[in-house]
T-cell receptor, first 112, second 112 residues
């Protein structure tokens, strides 16, 4: 079974803090993704990575950065957290083929 | 225009009935289509994927794809209360590398 894990299920941070969200997959997938999910807006892609040290911006990269130093690990960084970044953050991974994504359990981030 | 559109619902069906969920997409060149189920507070779970026009069946689930109409649907036969969830349609972009676009989801309630 594919396993995608995320470092925290719930996280509370203060405005201006630097926040790290970690995602680890155990299936040797080439691709990893970070989404945020908000009511009425669905899943929106923040960044994805198709290889170690490679990254591509998604639809809403502003205020975020990512790091992929090892194939199994993809980190999302909020450089200076703001209240509008309060959301559910979902990590996913997949092979190139078949192109089916597997999601981690999610991190519900609250920025006060 | 949104890339992927779904009726948000809620859709209610009695136990044992057929639930029909619909999705339209805007990128005519898209080749990969997915249905995910998401229980409240949980992450999306893959139900089915479909690549070719026509029907694809897996147990009580049938995915239907019509590329000419840019339409994909999910039928759930013999609906069970445990099928009550939000169903997300996802489409892989044609010329966007591995970027996926998600609909906002349809909420399904199966009434015992």
């Amino acid at each position: 079974d594919v396993k995608v894990t995320q470092s925290s299920r719930y996280l509370v941070k203060r405005t201006g803090e630097k926040v790290f969200l970690e995602c680890v997959q155990d299936m040797d997938h080439e691709n990893m993704f970070w989404y945020r999910q908000d009511p009425g807006l669905g899943l929106r892609l923040i960044y994805f990575s198709y290889d170690v040290k490679m990254k591509e911006k998604g639809d809403i990269p502003e205020g975020y950065s990512v790091s992929r130093e090892k194939k199994e690990r993809f980190s999302l960084i909020l450089e200076s957290a703001s209240t509008n970044q309060t959301s559910m953050y979902l990590c996913a991974s997949m092979f190139n083929l078949p192109d089916t994504q597997y999601f981690g359990p999610g991190t519900r981030l609250t920025v006060l | 225009q949104k890339e992927v559109e779904q009726n948000s619902g809620p859709l209610s069906v009695p136990e044992g009935a057929i639930a029909s969920l619909n999705c339209t997409y805007s990128d005519r060149g898209s080749q990969s289509f997915f249905w995910y189920r998401q229980y409240s507070g949980k992450s999306p779970e893959l139900i089915m994927f479909i690549y070719s026009n026509g029907d694809k069946e897996d147990g009580r689930f049938t995915a239907q794809l019509n590329k000419a109409s840019q339409y994909v649907s999910l039928l759930i036969r013999d609906s069970q209360p445990s099928d009550s969830a939000t169903y997300l349609c996802a489409v892989k972009g044609a010329n966007t590398g591995n970027q996926f676009y998600f609909g906002t989801g349809t909420s399904l309630t199966v009434i015992p």
